[in-house]
């Protein structure tokens, strides 16, 4: 990850620099104690600096008192340019100190500049001395401590958007999962099953194993299409067309299609939510229920758009029609009932196992797939067993 770059201790070093000015005066005046007194002030703020970069609070704050007593000692014993010290003690403060506590010590700096300023001044600039070196002080750790507070956000909101783009690709990744299950998953079951129904049929009926195996070719090739339709982006192909594959699915499996349809326009992302749930909940109706009559409900409400999906088929009724003759896929409705016509025997025991192998595998998923996009839309979403040996799937989405 390219992190943002933060500044160091090199880069508030340089403002010990302001010294010059009272080194200037010591050059013309020479005084051992000044001397003295200066080197214990810059070697004190460059070990202030130092120690609250590399995470030595303590430090920093013992050393931040040593610089502020030498400072105050000489301001007072010389005043002048000697009170150029008080923003170098000031930088100090917004380098190591935050919260109330840098507001506070700030206060008192300031307040301690001034009145040694005062003191020290004397003359008709009294007032301009004082100001000036308030106001200097006071701002050169204001504006260290904003610096680096920006600088710090700016950090933390680079650390948050990498964290996003990677929360991002997760989703995009559990997204893509299961839009491939959900295309795929009830279509790879069904070949499985048609592929078994192929072998058992080659000894007995050679034309009836063909158009099986002809079968399992159309399903691979419209698999691939809608592989091919989800890897470049596509999401679902909608409420109505879903609707007209749905409609040919359950004729395929014998169950009876009731559907009603207010006149709604929904928006787009909508539509497709409700054509994903029309496919699973007919796809679940054609592969895991005993149904004889479907029924499919379209509202339209002031806040929301309800989409109902019912059937009689949660207690066993015997094998369906679809299951004697493996004639549906779900919600494609690409299965060929007439195939198998005459080979009764070969819904067996045996082949029902399979099939309710590839079921089981996959119940679940798609309505947990369902429900996650549901809830990631901000539509409401319930599925489940009613009395009477209904279930319905419920899909209501905001307007």
């Given at each position: 990850m390219k992190k943002v770059w933060q500044p160091g201790p090199a880069a508030f070093s340089?403002?010990?620099?302001?010294?010059?000015?009272?080194?200037?005066?010591?050059?013309?005046?020479?005084?051992?104690?000044?001397?003295?007194g200066l080197a214990v002030v810059v070697a004190a703020y460059l070990l202030t600096v130092r120690a609250a970069f590399t995470g030595r609070p303590r430090a920093a704050v013992l050393l931040l008192t040593v610089l502020a007593v030498a400072t105050f000692a000489l301001c007072a014993a010389s005043g002048g340019k000697w009170l150029y010290l008080c923003p170098v003690l000031s930088i100090a403060c917004g380098v190591v100190l935050r919260g109330r506590v840098l507001s506070l010590t700030l206060a008192v700096v300031t307040l301690t500049s001034m009145v040694i300023t005062y003191w020290r001044a004397g003359g008709e600039d009294v007032t301009a001395a004082v100001a000036a070196v308030s106001w200097g002080t006071f701002t050169a750790g204001v504006v260290v401590y904003v610096t680096l507070k920006l600088f710090a956000t700016i950090a933390e909101l680079h650390e948050t958007r990498q964290e996003l783009a990677r929360a991002a690709v997760a989703e995009e990744r559990l997204r893509f999962s299961r839009d491939l299950h959900d295309l795929l998953g009830h279509t790879l079951s069904l070949m499985v099953v048609k592929a078994e129904a192929v072998r058992r049929l080659i000894p007995r009926d050679a034309e009836a194993a063909a158009a099986q195996a002809g079968d399992i070719q159309t399903i691979g090739r419209e698999a691939l299409t809608e592989v091919r339709a989800a890897v470049a982006g596509y999401r679902g192909r909608g409420f109505a067309d879903e609707l007209a594959a749905a409609r040919v699915a359950l004729e395929d499996a014998g169950v009876r299609a009731v559907v009603t349809l207010d006149e709604v326009r929904p928006a787009p992302d909508a539509d497709e939510l409700l054509g994903w749930a029309v496919r699973e909940g007919v796809t679940n109706v054609v592969r895991h229920a005993r149904a004889t009559r479907c029924q499919i409900t379209l509202t339209g409400r002031k806040e929301e758009i309800v989409l109902e999906i019912g059937n009689d088929g949660v207690t066993g009724r015997g094998p369906r029609p679809a299951d004697r003759e493996h004639g549906s896929d779900g919600v494609?409705?690409?299965?060929?009932?007439?195939?198998?016509?005459?080979?009764?025997?070969?819904?067996?025991a045996e082949q029902q196992r399979q099939r309710g192998l590839a079921g089981r595998e996959n119940r679940g998923h798609g309505l947990a797939g369902l429900a996650e996009r549901a809830a990631a839309a901000g539509a409401r979403f319930e599925a489940g067993a009613l009395p009477g040996g209904r279930f319905a799937l419920t899909m209501a989405v905001p307007r």
């Open positions: 340089f403002w010990i620099a302001l010294v010059y000015f009272p080194a200037h005066d010591l050059v013309r005046r020479p005084s051992w104690p000044d001397v003295l494609t409705g690409r299965g060929h009932r007439p195939a198998e016509r005459g080979h009764g025997s070969d819904g067996s």
